[in-house]
């Protein structure tokens, strides 16, 4: 898949989302910083005003200082005006808390235990200076605060007259007639038109700046709204195209992929036309191979489970002995009921105890038959006849033949071989229990001719004897009647005449493709599925009779 080619929609709508959020951010960012300047605005019009306030009251508090020093003549009220000049002027510290003037600390009750000028010395102009008023406001406190500095020079040459007085004497009359004489109180008035521009100046700036912050801070506002809108919008499309892309909400599209996982096609996933190229839709698909698979190895199971009932009864209704061991031959996965009959042993006992096949053969033959398994050749099979000793102490004959069962990849998982008894010339087919294909290697190396018909009594099976007998290929003898190969042979009568074992024993003459009969003894044995239901019946020629004898045509009735 090519993601570099043109952008879907989905990535165009997260990557939308991605901007909208960072300018919400930076929105929002703007916005805390406007509220900030409006704080910091109005901070500054009330401080401004606080401290031009201050210079105002500190004209009145001198005032009234001076007053009463020269009408008590208390040197208290003298010091108490020298701390005021000195602190507006920057010579004493300034208080560090509570929004009252410096002197209302100072001239407390408690002053004498408590002292709260402890803040910065610094003028009163040079803390407006720090607040950032404009040149113009500046010069509108400088020109009041040289005026209160005229009126305070003008109280201190009244309290140095009072002190002057001729013979001792104090000369309040004329130090109090200076407090009052017009000129001074002109002065007085003259302190407020300078600090009440001032007011006005920082009024109309801070207001001003307060108006433009706010009109940012709706601005803001606004943006915040418009962004949020469009993630909003943008948010549904992606919910939209998420829908579209998946088939369905995400949680329908969970549940369907935990069905699958669990192996649960029971409920079919249904989808519209206009899904079809979508998760849902292929998830569907999915589900549809899938299940078809299921069955399809269900049916294949089925037949495996079928054959193998078959060749199980083939392989426990004959004579001979059929094994099938790992690569080593030292562990037995099967051995058929012939073993019983031939070793006298359980064939329980042999598959919990692989050394008793070791430990029943003859032991003059066991080097023997060792040196020949090691002696296989390239291609797997190895073969021997030895003799082996019953628990009754009796004597047999046999021979093994043995050769490899490769699983799919070509490997060797199994050895599997038949043991046939020798003692009495008798050999018997051998089959399997796992599976068809194991059956068949075994079948195939018998050198009696077999076949194998289904109910309908078509043959589905013939080995390497059986087309050497006939004549016939197996693809001409596959499918065919076998009524027209093995006569007379028919299936309802010979299933009628079988004993209770289910095997049973026929003379049958035997249609070669040269169009002579060969007559021979037969062993039918009937094959039964696991429900008892009859599937077919299998044919072995009797050893003796495995070639059996040539007949012509014109004799026979």
Not at 195 to 205: A, S
Not at 232 to 239: F, G, K, Q, S
Not at 362 to 385: L, W
Request: charged share 25%; hydrophobic share 45%; with cysteine.
């Amino acid at each position: 898949m090519n993601f570099s080619a043109k952008p879907t929609a989905f990535r165009v709508s997260i990557f939308l989302v991605c901007i909208l959020v960072l300018a919400l951010a930076a929105v929002l960012t703007w916005d805390l910083f406007t509220d900030a300047e409006v704080d910091r605005a109005s901070e500054q019009r009330n401080l401004s005003i606080a401290l031009a306030d201050e210079l105002r009251q500190s004209g009145n508090v001198l005032g009234r200082l001076a007053t009463r020093y020269i009408v008590t003549g208390d040197p208290i009220f003298k010091r108490r005006y020298d701390i005021v000049v000195a602190t507006r002027d920057g010579k004493l510290a300034r208080p560090t808390s509570g929004g009252r003037v410096y002197w209302d600390f100072y001239f407390s009750e408690d002053h004498n235990s408590k002292n709260p000028l402890t803040g910065e010395a610094v003028p009163l102009l040079d803390l407006l200076a720090r607040l950032g008023i404009t040149p113009e406001e500046t010069a509108m406190l400088r020109e009041a605060k040289a005026r209160s500095d005229a009126i305070s020079a003008t109280e201190g040459a009244a309290i140095a007259r009072a002190d002057a007085g001729a013979a001792g004497v104090r000369d309040t009359a004329g130090a109090l007639a200076m407090l009052s004489d017009a000129s001074y109180l002109a002065d007085k008035a003259s302190v407020l038109a300078p600090i009440e521009e001032f007011r006005t100046l920082v009024d109309k700036r801070t207001h001003e700046a307060v108006l433009a912050a706010e009109r940012a801070s709706s601005l803001v506002r606004t943006a915040i709204i418009v962004i949020s809108l469009l993630l909003v919008a943008i948010l549904l499309r992606t919910y939209w195209i998420i829908h579209r892309v998946m088939g369905g909400s995400i949680d329908a599209v969970h549940a369907r992929i935990a069905a699958l996982g669990r192996g649960d096609f029971s409920q079919p996933i249904v989808v519209r036309e206009r899904s079809r190229a979508s998760v849902m839709g292929w998830l569907a698909d999915t589900q549809a191979r899938l299940s078809a698979n299921q069955r399809n190895s269900e049916d294949a199971m089925r037949r495996l489970q079928q054959s193998e009932s078959q060749f199980r009864q083939l392989a426990e209704n004959i004579r001979e002995v059929f094994f099938l061991a790992d690569t080593t031959c030292t562990k037995f996965t099967y051995v058929s009921p012939g073993y019983e009959e031939l070793w006298g042993r359980t064939c329980a006992s042999l598959c919990a105890e692989p050394a008793t096949w070791r430990a029943a053969i003859h032991p003059d033959d066991r080097s023997g038959v060792q040196a020949r398994i090691a002696s296989r050749g390239a291609d797997g099979k190895f073969e021997y006849d030895c003799r082996i000793i019953r628990p009754d102490g009796t004597l047999r004959w046999i021979r093994v033949r043995a050769f490899p069962v490769r699983a799919e990849g070509g490997q060797v998982d199994h050895i599997a071989g038949f043991a046939v008894d020798m003692t009495h010339r008798t050999k018997l087919e051998v089959v399997t229990r796992d599976d068809g294909r194991r059956f068949s290697s075994v079948v195939d190396h018998l050198d009696m001719p077999c076949f194998m018909a289904n109910a309908q009594g078509r043959i589905t099976y013939c080995n390497d004897a059986a087309l050497a007998l006939t004549g016939w290929s197996r693809v001409e003898l596959l499918g065919r009647p076998s009524s027209e190969i093995l006569a007379p042979f028919a299936l309802g009568p010979a299933l009628a005449a079988s004993n209770d074992s289910g095997t049973w024993r026929m003379e049958n003459r035997v249609m070669a493709r040269d169009g002579m009969l060969a007559a021979s003894t037969w062993r039918h044995i009937r094959l039964t599925s696991d429900e008892g239901m009859v599937e077919g019946t299998a044919m072995v020629a009797e050893p003796a009779s495995s070639r059996g004898i040539p007949l012509p045509l014109e004799g026979v009735a």
